[in-house]
């Protein structure tokens, strides 16, 4: 069973659930809320190391587009 594509696809999903909630809770607190397509975007990141990169970059840009050019 861990083997399988689904059951990993879906550890995957949980694991970056976190650091996307946070990037979008943060974003959101600095910089404000996302425009729909960006929110899309972000939703649609699966990699969780490039979750987290997003996280603290927020610490030093002042937009969404700044953050995912």
């Known amino acids: ?3 399988s594509t689904t059951y990993q696809a879906t ?3 949980g694991a970056t659930g976190e650091p996307r909630r946070l990037l ?4 959101t607190k600095k910089i404000g809320p996302p425009r729909e397509e960006t929110q899309a975007r972000i939703e649609a990141i699966n ?3 490039l979750l987290e990169a997003l996280v603290y970059r927020l610490l030093d840009v002042n937009s969404w587009d700044e953050l995912l050019p």
């Open 11 to 13: 550890i995957r999903k």
């Open 47 to 49: 990699d969780l190391p």
């Open 24 to 27: 979008l809770r943060i974003g």
């Open 1 to 3: 069973m861990e083997e």
